[in-house]
């Protein structure tokens, strides 16, 4: 009697414990948490509903796309905006090509010369390098515009206009500062000993650069090539000022031609849109795994 009246007892302090667990974390609600998440679903709401209304609206009929009740849903789901985006609006495949080659060449190129810039101001010591970095800084601040003029001028009287080779250096001085400056940060982030420790143990300046210092800042010149590639994919003032062929256009001055005297085609402006934004999203899937890796990898020998 006297072992099961203890068992009883402790049974009832134990669910009593319990209860009193549960009415104080009901007293802690983390109100905080709550809020910032909130917050959170509002912002991603607020992001994400331009992208999901270009979306829909690409596969609306046009009959539904100029209404004014809006249809979060179409009625009726139509590719006839995409159709008519591709086959009667320009030059889509020739642009297509024109931003395909412009912007992969000044990716590569920029990332190269970024990568070597950060190797020599980061792994050498020389006078005048911090110079430099307050240099390409200013240049970074300087707005896009303003540089069109003088770049006008100057690729005018080199017969740079109206060529490849032209607007590909114009988006190379575009993306170069900024990429100069992000890729810093992780060639700042490597232990030196590590360079000195390769040094000593024969290795030339080339195999330190090939096979150590470009294995742990990879998610540097990743995240790097992203930034340039979506820069120079969505410029739209460079190609236009630059180029005078329509036959040399690139996607975004296609983009814009939905827009004329006569009005606006907004069905097929946004499955152009739509198009528009796929490479981008494929190339970011595409490299977004070694974006997450971490800036030590490689390291090891």
């Known amino acids: ?22 009415v104080k974390a009901r007293r802690h609600f983390n109100w905080r948490r709550f809020g910032t998440n909130v917050i959170a679903v509002v912002f991603s709401i607020v992001w994400f509903f331009p992208v999901y209304w270009m979306t829909i609206t690409a596969f609306k009929p046009r009959n539904e796309v100029m209404t004014t009740k809006p249809a979060f849903i179409p009625t009726h789901w139509s590719l006839e905006n995409f159709h008519s985006a591709i086959f009667q609006s320009g030059h889509f495949f020739t642009n297509l090509k024109n931003s395909v080659i412009v912007t992969f060449v000044a990716v590569i190129v920029s990332v190269v010369l970024a990568f070597l ?18 240099m390409i800084l200013a240049m970074q601040m300087i707005p896009g515009t303003a540089m069109l003029i003088p770049q006008f001028i100057v690729f005018n009287q080199f017969g740079l206009l109206n060529k490849y080779s032209g607007l590909i250096l114009a988006y190379i001085a575009l993306v170069l500062p900024f990429s100069i400056w992000n890729m810093r940060g992780f060639f700042l982030a490597v232990p030196t000993s590590i360079f000195e420790s390769a040094r000593v143990e024969g290795a030339s300046e080339w195999q330190i650069l090939r096979k150590i210092t470009f294995p742990l800042v990879a998610p540097g010149v990743v995240s790097t090539s992203v930034f ?14 630059f180029m005078k062929d329509d036959t040399k256009y690139t996607l975004p001055v296609w983009l814009a031609s939905f827009t004329t005297p006569a009005g606006t085609d907004f069905g097929g402006q946004m499955a152009a849109s739509v198009i528009f934004s796929l490479p981008v999203v494929i190339f970011f899937m595409l490299v977004q795994k070694n974006i997450a890796k971490g800036i030590t990898t490689g390291s090891v020998k």
Request: glycine share 8%; aromatic share 12%.
């Open 228 to 241: 340039a590639f979506i820069t120079a994919w969505n410029d739209y003032l460079t190609a236009y000022t």
């Open 117 to 134: 810039a950060c190797a020599a101001l980061t792994l050498y010591r020389f006078r005048g390098r911090r110079t430099i970095m307050v």
């Open 1 to 22: 009697m006297t072992g099961q009246a203890s068992s009883s007892v402790g049974a009832a302090r134990a669910a009593a414990s319990a209860s009193a667990g549960r």
